[in-house]
């Protein structure tokens, strides 16, 4: 996925390399002293190591705003989105992939923003939630899923919504049966989901730009 | 909207649906604190014996870390000491798992150690580090195993009149001796409630003495409750967040260990933090729908009048605290039958502690129950509806006295027309679109229409809008929304000038959301408090405007900023009503049902019908239609009541053709631990579902005429589907889920 990267900027990726190279050699070293691995152990050396870098520089720009970040890499772009940026419209649900209450839209396409790295993402545009409406304009499928109450508790929602957006967006709401197959990555426990058909219906066949 | 359109009834949007569809709602795991820190919880790998040792100094010396919490160095908790005034016997039905309190295994993932740490991934990576040795004992995770030393709850054994005691009417066992009868056993495994927002709560001290905690919690009051007592701190120190509930079923009706480590991190680091279980903690730190045991022996008359029932129930609990729920009561009272017996008892397993989930007890028993009867009738050669019929019950056979309201003959014959009923043929097997088998079946679905005492208070603001503030909460019903209704009816103001407020337990207080009641019960006391406020007003414009003094307090009106009597000239603003501060503040109780409770058994009814497609070859069921139609009194909110029949008719698909945990008994640990193994309805399994409302009141319950629907919506889906599979195939499957496995 790292086609969008400046080309300008030396690739994070060769950077993350030879870091991992120093690491590795260093720990290589260590591990044929033994009383130097204890050592180190007791210092907290090769976490201090690790912690110098734990950071990778990494430009997003979400919901139209540019933001120049530092993040370790094994940090997800959910968790990015709602622990450091405190976008928390984004939901976790399950941390697997496999609910859909995380899906965001990146590059224009649904994606289950737990199941990738903030740090695969950089130069790319990501919407959220927060990203749909303009202004105090709900988006046409934020007021049909109000409309025609397409929730219940509200914590699948921004996931329903932007994988409807996405949805309506591919050319997969042609029938009731084709929205229910490609809307079944999100669930719903509440069970709203013929209420969420209905919405999605509603704005395919309003004419408004989604 | 004109002020005088009746708001109660009609389909109101959700007032808070534009927060909800922005992201803009925050539950339990979204508020930026200061210094805010992250919990991870370290889960036993046993299922019972005691840890001999934990390393914990990888973890501690991890870059970020705070903390890391265990029986090892946990602070006192205070609730969790002995106080020496203990009773010689142990508490009936067990107690709660005290967390980090002593070394005792009792069932598989018990968090053993919280690690605490500057960023989430931090606290992950060094929950990993943690490393436990048991001295292991032998456990008993196994359901059969575990009903051979089923015993009667211990709340029985104290009262013999319990709900939980054995029920006995006419002859024991009578059906044995019948010449018609049928003899089955049943099974439910156990289920998950799995609410989207899996259990999170952020525990702050702003003070040695003042906790605040921003808690999935569907009470909170009961929340307040237990931790105000577990840190012996006065009620009022302890306040609970719970503004926005991402679903729940059940599961945040108790208090978990996992608040108490949350709480406990926080005391130790001396900084807020936020814990949000994982997906797999969900199997086995909050709780569950217990697997149940079954069996009804059941005798007809060649007329299909039913003679005798048994029905005999064992439920899975912990070791270390009794979970009973009324699995039984849909039989002791549904159908007449002159002898009925019915008998519940418990089977302690090396397992946590299970929890009602939607529909509790009474779902899983009418599982059985509705069951028994499409057996019953399919013995008798007579149309399933027709057999029910013919047993209706016009009084409650169980406690001999009306029913308060009873329009379930009406739900019957409404579903039986939107769901094609005279399609359905009595021989099974009969309907074929090609490869696919198709059948029809319904099911039917009781539960309590209780009303509990409920704190609301209501202001009039300057501005002209009213406040009305409430400790309950919405796990998504939609209780905000039908509170406002019920006020904009009772002040005979638009809804856009009420604003109902929820979920804190600083505000007045009001029960858990569960059992089906908070309409019954917050929506008398919204409207108690409306009234109330009415009269205070009317008070205030007395003294200057003398037709006040002897109006009645349902005649004032609020009209454009001013205090006026329908036909009357006397007009006085608000700004002179407000020159008092709180002078137009009531606050007001409103008790539980009393008189009528005792007169009048009060229920609300469902019936579900389904017609399912079986496919020949593979058994894959697919659920082609649902119609559910309902006897629960006034309906506030079309829209949303609607949504929320449909919802819990999603939950009884679930409960009927996927949801299945599976524990590995050598371990004692759930091998389903996801949504890849652990498979709840999606998208594509949720067929159209037609909702009907009698809509009918029943004033004895309240003076709104509410009766409850969220439990009903699920009780009585799972045998429909069941029943309509035997009627497309022939093969009655009495173990759920239905999985084509069980078909070809």
Redesign the interface.
Known sequence: MATNHDPDLPAPHDEHRRNFLKQSSLLTALALVPSAVVEA?ES?LD??V??AI?KIPLSLKINGKKHKLKV?P??TLL?LL??DL???????????G??G?CTVHVDGLRVNSCLSFAVMHDGQEIT???G??SGDD?HPM?EA???H?G????????GQ?MSAVACVREGHAGSEAE???Y???????????????AAIQDVKSGGKKV | MKPNDKQIGSSLNRVDGRLKVTGAAKYSAEYELPNLTYGVLVGSTIAKGRITSLDTKAAQNAPGVLAVISHLNSPKVPGFQPTGKEPSQPQTGGEPLKVFFDDKIRFNDQPIALVVADTLQRARHAARLVQAQYARETHQTNMVAGAKDAFLPSSAKKNPKSPMADYQRGQPDAYQTAALKIEQEYVIPTEHHHPMEMQSITAHWEAPDRLTLYDKTQGTIGTRRDFAKEWNLPEDHVKVIATYVGGAFGNALHSWPHESAAIIGAKVTGRPVKLMLTREQMFTMVGYRPYTWQKIGMSATADGRITAITHESIGQTSSYQEFTESTLQQTRMMYQSPNLTTRYRLAALDVSTPIWMRGPGEATGSFALESAMDEMAHLLKLDPMEFRLRNYTEQDPEKNRPWSTKFLRECYAKGAELVGWNKRQLQPGTLREGDWLLGYGMGVGTFGANRGAAHVSARLQPDGTVLLQCATTDIGPGTGTAMTQIAADTLGLPPERIRFELGQSGFPQAGSQGGSSTVNTVGQAVQDACLALKDRLRELAAPGTPAFATAKKEDVALTDGHLTLPGNAARVPFATLLQQPDAALVNVESKANGADKDKFSMYSFSVHFAEVAVHALTGEVRVRKLVSCADAGTIINLKTAANQMKGGAVGGIGMALMEHAVIDDRYGRYVTKDFADYHVPVQADAPAVEVFFVNQPDYHVNQLGTKGIGEIATIGVAPAIANAVFNATGKRVRELPITPDKLV
């Open positions: 152990a907290k976490e201090r690790a912690e734990e370790e094994r940090t968790d709602r622990e405190h976008l928390t419209g984004t939901k976790k649900g399950c941390d697997y496999q609910c209450a959220t939630i927060e749909l409406a709900l934020q899923f109000v409309k109450d929730f219940q508790c509200g914590y699948c929602t921004p919504i929205i229910r197959e809307m079944s990555g999100n669930i719903c426990r509440c069970g709203a989901y013929a209420n969420i058909v």
